[in-house]
């Protein structure tokens, strides 16, 4: 995979980084096709996934508990080049995951196959349709509704942005007829986008969406006019649901920024060896050195997290974690899809940076990698929506105590004695929690509090792993790495005071009327 993701697959995606998708209304008889026409480098990189089973592979189970973090290995590699392949991946990855653990069992034979199958011409890939006008993370205010026809269940809305909307099947929200209002009154539906016969299942599609970045990814918007659909899991409750799909491609998303991170890391590394400016190379430089330093530093902080969440993952699905691994994998997975899309657009844009003015230049690639990195902090959550759910995951199934003790854990395997700065602020962060509860400031806290956790993590993985590294390949570099990290974020491991009426004047600009 690495020989290929550095060769052939990138080559690829350099030339046809500009092919972007085409939608094809009408045939040449004037009949309503909405065909949607990709880049033929698509076609490859559908062939490679199947193959190499990046999908497949945790289903098939190979390597028990450890299936997921091979998987993702692969995907670590493969999604830089692959021109955003990897959200029909993740899509498709957590359909699967969905109908195998809600899912009817007629829906489990017929389809969970053709998701995972490692013949590109046997394979089917799935959409996600749940962004409405609307929104996209209120999905309570889904307004598509579904009737019950002689032939079945029918769908009729608009999703207002659907990605990788030439899928063969999609997931989707509806409201049955006679539900409540609100997320428990929607129920989770499959889609086929195509008939037996290849005709449109009731589709429309409006047209394909001009975006910042993801470019060859075809994403739509589009009307179901009397979609034929399936249930999934009765006609309630759609919301629960959904959350096994958004759980995977939340770990999809903390991959895949730290994937994007590495390939601008390698590239700006190489870049520094070649260019030459007052006399010697950039990689001479004091200054660049201590810039990709810092770039490295927040990349290697951010590959522990996202691999140790995976990790986790394999663990539950393969039956072996215990309890507190399981609360403590529910509040990490918002967590770490939150901080890794954030540090993924801050190292990116410091990378453009390091190119100077080629950086900005199309043809080097550069742009695309932090036009493609600007999507992952918004898609599967926002970093407001996420950090209300570590919020949710804190007060309903108690999983601060063992994430906290986890931290406490990883230091305690760090080296003896454990250090005292990170054990207090563990008991600062347990304090501020309940100071904020007791104040009713939970929510406007909420963002600086996932943050904090999120670091909290990668500082006490950092030193775990650089303990390791020192004592069996005598290599001492990650344990410079967290020596680096932890300097700077240990402020920041802490929540300062908070003033809703300050907060309110400022985002709103209106006088302040008492000092």
Known sequence: MGELAGGKLRDLSLEHRRDEPKLIEFDA???????IRISPAWNEMARVACEFGLVAMPYERAHGQYSRLHQFALVYLFEPSALSYGCPLAMSDGAAKTLREVGTAELQRRVVPRLIHRDPDQAWTSGQWMTERTGGSDVGQTRTIARLSAEGWRLYGTKWFASAANSDIALTLARPEGNPTGGKGLALFLVMQRDSEGNRNGIRIHRLKEKLGTHVLPTAELTMEGTLAEPVAGLTDGVRHIAPMLNVTRMWNAIDSVAVMRRGLALARDYAHKRVAFGSALAGKPLHLETLAELQ??????????????ELVGREEAGTSTPDDKATLRLLLPITKLVTARQAV????EILECFGGAGYIEDTGIPALLRDAQVLPIWEGTTNVLALDCLRAVAKEKALGPFLQQVLSLNAAAGEPPDPPLERSVDHLARCYRRAEDDGLLEAGARRFAMALGKLMQVALLR???EWELKNLHDGTTAAVARRFYRRVLP????????????????????????
């Open 29 to 35: 008889w004037g009949r309503r096709v909405d065909e």
């Open 297 to 310: 530093t927040e990349f290697h902080a951010a590959f522990l997290l996202a691999f140790h969440t995976v």
């Open 346 to 349: 801050s190292v990116t844009s």
């Open 464 to 466: 775990r792993q650089g």
């Open 492 to 515: 920041s491991l802490t929540m300062p005071e908070l003033c809703l009426e300050e907060s309110r004047v400022i985002a709103l600009q209106q006088p302040l009327k008492d000092s």
